[in-house]
């Protein structure tokens, strides 16, 4: 079959590779139908995540159809038209058992295209399939479904949830690529009194706009002003953090007052510097995460239900072996407009 392969920093390949089968009984092999890019994809391209070695197939987001199951799977059959979740879980550690899949003890975790091969594939191995996989509605179709699988989860689950936004607040978005579109178009679920949104290319406010934002920002001064005048001086009451640079961190923690919430979303590949010597007397409360998922049955109802549009996130559309094709545009994003990209079949 053929995939895209990592092969160290800068080098990737669309070639032939062995097809995947059956390891453990918990296995499924699902044939890819739609699969997408994630900016963690670059992140790795860049060599942030050395954990992940060359030779791995990359990929965390992929709707495909089931076509093999191991002896222990009972919840998926052959024929059946999946969800894959980024995040693998074994459903019996002690993390799985109170809904924290993301910190798999048991095997799990994200492990699809950074410590097991990935979904930028024809077909894919999906350990856990059982607890791994989202059964889809007939109505909800590929490309609306490929959103639910990272970027979605994660923007509500670490930044929205996280960020424990309440009716009214003033939310300040750092960063409107998918991850913070998704947190805009999440956010609107609490009800905040503003959504303002802080990046650097205009074409991404535009979308930023269009997702929910009623104000935008493309400098730290700029977006610094205008949360002032917002809050009477006071900051904003949650900064997400949706890009992973040291200074998106930093800009987060300058706009939230005092007793306010910053909610980490981006990978950061860098250290940023944590101004204790400034926030240590603010009460404000800093949290990271990897997603859990835990959230995806309820997305997928809202999505099957129409209150949640995942296709108005994709912007560029390619068939399935136009991978390097898709990388370029997604990876010149301030140039070609590029939100999300899917590849089907």
């Known amino acids: 079959m053929k995939a895209l392969v990592y092969h160290g920093p800068g080098k990737r390949a669309w070639e032939d590779v062995p097809k995947p089968e059956i390891k453990d009984p918990t296995d499924a092999v699902v044939r890819v139908t ?110 609306a479904a490929v959103v639910l699988a990272d970027i979605l989860p994660t923007s509500y689950e670490v930044g929205v949830l996280n960020g424990r936004i309440k009716p009214a607040d003033t939310v300040v978005v750092v960063g409107a690529g998918p991850i913070g579109l998704a947190a805009i178009q999440t956010a609107q679920l609490y009800s905040p009194g503003h959504i303002v949104a802080v990046d650097l290319a205009a074409s991404r406010l535009d979308a930023a706009n269009q997702f929910g934002a009623d104000i935008t920002a493309t400098t730290a001064e700029e977006a610094q002003r205008v949360v002032g005048e917002l809050t009477g001086g006071l900051g904003a009451h949650v900064a997400i953090e949706a890009v992973g ?84 545009v997604f990876e010149n994003a301030g140039d070609t407009g590029a939100l999300k990209v899917v590849l089907t079949r």
Request: glycine letters at 12%; aromatic letters at 6%.
């Open 245 to 328: 640079v040291p200074e998106t961190f930093e800009l987060c923690t300058k706009l939230v007052r005092p007793g306010g919430h910053v909610a980490n979303v981006g990978v950061h590949g860098k250290p940023a510097t944590l101004h204790l010597e400034s926030l240590w007397i603010r009460n404000v409360t800093i949290t990271t995460g990897l997603v859990d998922t835990s959230s995806t049955p309820t997305l997928l109802r809202m999505v099957a239900a129409g209150r949640i549009d995942g296709e108005r996130f994709i912007t560029h559309r390619f068939a399935l072996d136009e991978m390097e094709q898709a990388y370029e």
């Open 34 to 143: 739609a699969v997408t890019i994630c900016g963690t994809d670059l992140h790795i391209l860049k060599g942030d995540v050395p954990e992940v070695e060359p030779g791995r197939i990359l990929g965390h987001e992929a709707v495909g159809v089931v076509e093999q199951v191991g002896a222990s799977v009972t919840g998926v059959k052959p024929g059946d038209r999946v969800l894959i979740s980024c995040i693998t879980s074994c459903g019996r550690c002690e993390y799985c058992r109170v809904g924290s899949y993301g910190q798999c003890l048991g095997g799990g975790g994200w492990i699809l295209g950074h410590t097991t091969d990935g979904v930028q594939a024809e077909y894919v191995r999906v350990p856990f399939a059982d607890t791994s996989t989202h059964l889809l509605p007939d109505d909800v179709t590929d490309t």
